[in-house]
């Protein structure tokens, strides 16, 4: 993999006044090592999936007229229109850390059937290290210890209620991943998204149960 990981620089991103110039900071500095790092990471999780590849999405904020942005991500997953339907990674910054997500966020297609897969049987969750972190709503900061979350009580929402979400994952803060090589953090985020796939698996097969038979 190429010798590509995120700076002090990169970071510092966010604290750029104004939305048009922290999107251009965004545009030169970040986008390009998403794309690099994206398309790395795409061919382990495809041959893992066992599918040929996956797209890559790199947020282009495009709805933003005011407010500039106080993180920035790639999603891996979905199709080539887009991914917020679809189970999907997310590898994203905000100016104390990173994150890397499984995330089922905006609705998915199909999330009820999903959530109850896991509430049902939640093996695959249960297995995932206690370094991992819960969000269940993507639009904030605040995450969850996996091992201090009510688990199922947030899948129930999640699977009910319409603005429900769910996210797991982890998160490195700044300070940490500087003090790594681009090796060391190339690892690390790849790591925590194959410790994901089974999860990842689990939900999309009940996705496509759901395809297939419409």
């Known amino acids: 993999m190429e010798n590509c990981t995120f700076t002090k620089d990169d970071f510092a991103v966010f604290t750029i006044e104004g939305l048009e110039p922290r999107m251009s900071a965004i545009r030169k500095q970040i986008q390009p090592k998403f794309h690099k790092l994206g398309q790395e990471f795409v061919k382990v999780l495809a041959a893992e999936l066992n599918v040929e590849s996956l797209p890559i999405h790199i947020a282009q904020h495009i709805r933003r007229t005011k407010n500039a942005p106080k993180d920035t991500w790639l999603a891996i997953g979905g199709n080539n229109r887009g991914y917020k339907k679809y189970p999907h990674f997310q590898l994203g910054l905000y100016e ?5 997500w499984l ?12 959530a109850l897969q896991i509430i049902e049987d ?7 290290p206690d370094d991992y972190v819960i969000s269940w709503d993507h639009t904030k900061e605040q995450v969850v210890p996996i091992h201090e979350a009510d688990l199922l009580s947030g899948l129930i929402r999640w699977q009910t209620i319409k603005k429900g979400e769910f996210l797991i994952g982890r998160q490195l803060l700044a300070d940490d991943l500087l003090s790594l090589s ?3 953090t190339q690892q690390y985020i790849l790591d925590t998204f194959l410790q994901l796939v089974p999860l990842y698996k689990q939900a999309y097969g009940t996705y496509e149960i759901k395809e297939n038979n419409s």
């Open 96 to 100: 104390t850390h990173i994150f890397i």
């Open 103 to 114: 995330a089922f966020i905006d609705n998915p297609l199909h999330e009820e059937e999903m």
């Open 122 to 128: 939640p093996t695959l969750l249960f297995s995932i």
């Open 182 to 184: 681009p090796t060391e």
